[in-house]
């Protein structure tokens, strides 16, 4: 059973920066190299979306929204997929949720205040 723990988030003013990190247990360096892994996001009466992805091959994919502000990346000998957030708003205020194939993490709360 594949276990992640997110970290990272916080309060922050608008224009800065957090970086989330999401580590894996359970699973070898080896295996955890062939998953996708992302982040997802759900703020208050909102649902859930999809923020960035980055493939087993490295490959990456974001949101609209976030392009050019938002960096997915990963160390697969940490097991660890992190989310470089600069430039950040007030509109990307939400519990973020890290996701290993079909696993989820339990999510770590931004707020950028105005």
């Known amino acids: 059973q594949v276990q992640l723990v997110e970290s990272g988030g916080g309060l922050v003013e608008a224009g800065g920066s957090l970086r989330l990190s999401c580590v894996a247990s359970?699973?070898?360096?080896?295996?955890?190299?062939?998953?996708?892994s992302g982040w997802y996001r759900q703020a208050p009466g909102k649902q859930r979306e999809l923020v960035a992805r980055?493939?087993?091959?490295?490959?990456?994919n974001y949101h609209d929204s976030v392009k050019g502000r938002f960096t997915i990346s990963r160390d697969n000998a940490k097991r660890t997929v992190y989310l470089q957030m600069n430039s950040l708003k007030p509109d990307d205020t939400a519990a973020y949720y890290c996701?290993?194939?079909?696993?989820w993490g339990q999510g770590t709360q931004v707020t950028v205040s105005s």
């Open positions: 359970g699973v070898t360096s080896g295996i955890y190299a062939f998953y996708a």
């Open positions: 980055i493939e087993g091959s490295g490959s990456t």
């Open positions: 996701v290993v194939s079909r696993w």
